[in-house]
């Protein structure tokens, strides 16, 4: 199997169509590996200004990045094991290779 898995990158795999939420953070939480200004992230994300807003204060809020004085952000512990998990998960669902886990049904 080639593609997203080998490389590294899991971006996608959520995808479909616009971005959800765990995916924007995840790419954010991504990018916060050292520190880092709003505008770097902004456009590192593909965010426009008011999403970025939304976003760093919820994080920040929840623990998952931390602000320093001069305005800018990097990811904390609880903001790796996030990662680390959304990582994982990735990984799984490509591996499953598109099935259905669980009937909307059910």
Request: glycine share 10%; charged share 25%; hydrophobic share 40%.
């Amino acid at each position: 199997m080639s593609g997203a898995a080998e490389d590294g990158n899991y971006a996608g795999v959520f995808r479909r169509g616009t971005r959800g939420a765990i995916d924007i953070t995840a790419d954010i939480l991504a990018l916060c590996s050292t520190w880092n200004k709003r505008t770097k992230i902004m456009y590192k994300a593909n965010l426009s200004h008011q999403m970025l807003k939304f976003y760093l204060w919820h994080l920040v809020e929840l623990g998952l990045l931390e602000e320093s004085q001069d305005m800018k952000f990097k990811t904390t512990e609880k903001g790796r094991t996030f990662l680390s998990h959304y990582r994982q998960m990735t990984k799984l669902l490509i591996g499953l290779g598109g099935r259905v886990i669980i009937s909307p049904d059910e």
